[in-house]
């Protein structure tokens, strides 16, 4: 037996790997000493035999396999002529370094090797994955290969997974994690509304965390198995798989199968967790961040004009738009072929001359006299059966020969996994983006893809591939009725997310901190929407709705001709803030701030000396004083000049104690603001404050 560590700053990974025989996971913590004797470390964790167990009891480890007695579910699955075929695969050799790990796996019976790749990436957080090579085989089928299993510590005794449906994403449950496990596979075609894709583990005797991922933009199969079966040591196994609700896939002579990445990270909290995914996406995920622009203000087209478009009225909106401060205008549906409502046209990506009898360069250029840039709405990967392109290819959409097509939203979706379609779709993007000054696209995706056939998230990230590498710098955005898809691997590729179709305020406060958990303010889009809302109903006052939306990447999605004079005032006034905070929005470490009120929420920025808080209250307070807000991430040391940013919250002004003090500002020291706080008027319903802080000495 041998015994590898991989190091990160501050986490240390213990693989025991043995020539011929199993490899598995000896520790996942805190950073250990050099020189610390690692063959100790695995005998201080290691378990005698008991009863009922074969007489050498099966390791599911970093590769579970039935064979040995091992309960849960294989990490290969294969078939031949419909028998399933049990593997062996035992280590033949590996290959390490400082922070990577892969180890080479046989068969003795088959064909076929797999390696199994570790590495400790930006902030600690971990990368593993799978590769599979048949080097002759035949007639093999693959039903299933996960990613590397991470065998979980038993420290980790709660889970929280995430549920939700359209315009109500990501409702975090929290539970025991019981014998019985978890297991959750999704069958339409991308990740859903559900959040299936993330799951977050707690160590309740230390408040750390563990979390993971599965960066695929398909559909995933999640699942936590404990062995109580008497037959291994119990621990429990995380394995998360591209999901194939398809069938079998074909696995040739020659082929090679690579998983998606699964994504770990360990933390100390839920702040730390997830400071960690922000520093990594932006290390090593997100696309071309050095050329990045500041994260400009949007307009979109939709909630002020819906389908209604003229050229003159997207005009006045632009214009409208620019006296706030907006510097991106968005056009929304409605722009293309016979699209006058969501029954027609998908796939017919040829500007309208109903709608622009010049096309779209009038429109462009007064945009770009207005000082902002231009984007456009699009949904490629679906077709209406009323469109010209279904029209010439029937053939293109998902479907199974003789049988009905069933629609959802009146409209199909394309087999994205057939050339012909992409290159298809690649010419009229092409085309658009050549022929128009265009920076960005909304990139929607508001089917479920039925009936299922593989291939389909791997054809989306090949055209966003090759379009990316003809337009280096549009960016894009990926929508899928919110939150329907949202991954690590489409943020490989895309520079921002739409995280749910709803725009309510209250409601946003619980989204966006739940999407903030594994997702950098910066690519999460937030706008300040219309009141009454259009899904929720609810009226909400202007002050609150902008406050909200300035954590994240800032945007209206509302007609501002349909607002008071004070409205647009104080619209205008956040939109100013926000340009002037945007830096450290979406540069430094989000902070999850607790209060005792539930109906209090309360998130922080720091950067570079300075800190912007929000906290904002959705309920009428049991209480008229309610307790300090406490600050996080302050030097204790340091001493900080505080205010409260203007306009203040209508409701709650009149209860502010020393409206003076606040205004010329405290200078308070970080170990004062963290220990006890600011005592703030949360005593109102949609009452929102914000705190700036700028370190003096």
Same mark, same amino acid.
């Given at each position: ?58 390791? #599911? ?23 399933? &075929? ?33 590495? &400790? ?258 949904? #490629? ?130 989204? &966006? #901190? ?17 009141? #009454?809302?259009? &899904? ?162």
């Amino acid at each position: 037996m041998e015994f590898l560590r991989l190091d990160g700053a501050a986490l240390t990974l213990v693989f025991a790997l043995e020539a011929g025989g199993t490899a598995d996971l000896a520790y996942c913590g805190a950073r250990l000493p050099e020189g610390e004797d690692l063959a100790m470390l695995a005998a201080a964790s290691a378990r005698g035999r008991h009863e009922s167990q074969p007489d050498v009891p099966p390791v #599911p480890g970093l590769l579970p396999e039935r064979k040995g007695g091992w309960s849960g579910t294989p990490a290969v699955v294969l078939r031949r002529d419909g028998q399933s &075929i049990e593997t062996d695969f035992r280590a033949r050799d590996w290959q390490a370094t400082r922070d990577n790990l892969v180890v080479n796996f046989t068969d003795g019976a088959l064909a076929l090797t797999l390696s199994l790749a570790w590495r &400790i990436a930006a902030a600690d957080v971990i990368e593993a994955y799978a590769v599979l090579v048949n080097h002759g085989e035949p007639d093999l089928k693959l039903e299933r290969l996960a990613a590397p299993a991470l065998p979980l510590p038993r420290r980790f005794t709660d889970l929280t997974t995430f549920a939700g449906r359209w315009a109500g994403e990501m409702r975090e449950h929290r539970r025991a994690l019981a014998p019985d496990g978890f297991v959750r596979t999704s069958a339409i075609g991308k990740p859903g509304f559900a959040g299936g894709n993330w799951l977050v583990l707690h160590d309740e005797a230390s408040g750390a965390v563990l979390a993971a991922h599965l960066a695929s933009s398909g559909d995933c199969d999640t699942r936590i198995e404990c062995d109580m079966q008497g037959s291994a040591d119990g621990r429990a196994v995380l394995q998360m798989a591209a999901a194939q609700p398809h069938g079998l896939a074909g696995f040739p002579v020659g082929a090679a199968v690579q998983t998606p990445r699964a994504v770990f990270a360990l933390a100390p909290d839920r702040s730390a967790l997830g400071q960690a995914f922000h520093t990594y996406l932006r290390a090593d995920v997100l696309p071309q961040r050095a050329s990045w622009s500041p994260r400009k203000v949007h307009l979109n087209s939709w909630e002020a004009l819906g389908f209604d478009l003229t050229q003159d009225a997207l005009i006045r909106l632009a214009e409208d738009a620019a006296s706030l401060g907006i510097e991106r205008f968005v056009l929304d549906d409605g722009w293309f072929g016979g699209r006058r409502d969501d029954r027609t046209s998908l796939g017919d990506w040829f500007v309208s001359p109903d709608v622009f009898p010049s096309g779209l360069a009038p429109l462009i250029a007064r945009v770009h006299q207005l000082g902002m840039d231009f984007g456009l709405w699009v949904e #490629p990967e679906m077709v209406s059966p009323d469109s010209d392109l279904y029209r010439a290819h029937p053939d293109w959409c998902l479907h199974t020969p003789g049988r009905e097509r069933p629609t959802m939203r009146g409209q199909l979706a394309l087999d994205m996994a057939r050339p012909e379609v992409r290159d298809h779709l690649f010419g009229r993007l092409d085309a658009l983006l050549r022929e128009n000054a265009i920076a960005y696209l909304k990139w929607d995706h508001n089917r479920d893809l039925f009936p299922s056939a593989p291939g389909q998230a791997q054809g989306f990230h090949a055209l966003l591939d090759r379009l990316r590498a003809a337009h280096p710098d549009v960016e894009i955005e990926s929508c899928s009725s919110g939150g329907g898809r949202i991954d690590f691997g489409v943020l490989g590729r895309c520079t921002r997310v739409w995280p749910s179709d709803n725009n309510d305020a209250i409601e946003r406060l619980r989204i &966006i #901190p739940a999407w903030s958990q594994f997702l950098p303010l910066e690519v999460v889009g937030s706008h300040v929407g219309p009141s #009454p809302n259009p &899904i929720t109903r609810r009226r909400l006052a202007m002050d609150f709705r902008a406050k909200v939306a300035l954590f994240g990447h800032m945007g209206v999605e509302a007609d501002p001709a349909r607002m008071s004079d004070k409205e647009r005032e104080t619209l205008a006034a956040h939109i100013a803030f926000y340009k002037a905070w945007r830096g450290v929005l979406h540069g430094g470490q989000l902070h999850r701030l607790a209060h005792p009120d539930p109906a209090v929420t309360a998130m922080m920025v720091t950067h570079e000396g300075k800190a912007l808080a929000l906290a904002a209250q959705t309920a009428f307070s049991p209480v008229f004083d309610a307790a300090p807000l406490r600050l996080a991430g302050l030097e204790a040391a340091a001493r900080y000049r505080v205010t409260l940013p203007e306009p203040w919250p209508p409701k709650a002004r009149d209860y502010l104690g020393k409206p003076d003090a606040w205004r010329e500002g405290l200078t308070l020291s970080g170990a004062a603001l963290m220990a006890d706080g600011l005592a703030l008027p949360l005593t109102h319903p949609e009452t929102a404050w914000l705190i700036a802080l700028e370190k003096i000495a």
